[in-house]
């Protein structure tokens, strides 16, 4: 599924256009993204947790040489399922 299915999925259930589905969906991703800039975390209950990690510098190796290369140091994005998604698995 992707964000264009959302969309369509959304308009469906909520009886409304998909130019306002995607609007709501919009905010939504939006309202995520602000969190995890502000405050390095969001909870949605039931569903998981988006997270900030600080990434160490570390070697790594290029792929094509095989020689060793620095990575540096850097924020990665994480997702901590929660347990109403773990009971789907």
Do not use: Y
């Amino acid at each position: 599924m992707n964000k264009s299915d959302l969309v369509t999925q959304i308009s469906h259930e909520l009886h409304t256009s998909k130019l306002a589905a995607a609007q709501l969906l919009d905010t939504v991703l939006d309202g995520i993204r602000r969190g995890l800039r502000e405050e390095g975390t969001v909870t949605i209950t039931g569903f998981g947790t988006f997270e900030v990690k600080n990434r160490k510098p570390r070697v790594g190796r290029n792929p094509h040489t095989g020689q060793p290369i620095q990575i540096e140091a850097g924020k990665r994005v994480g997702f901590r399922v929660g347990k109403g998604l773990k009971q789907l698995a």
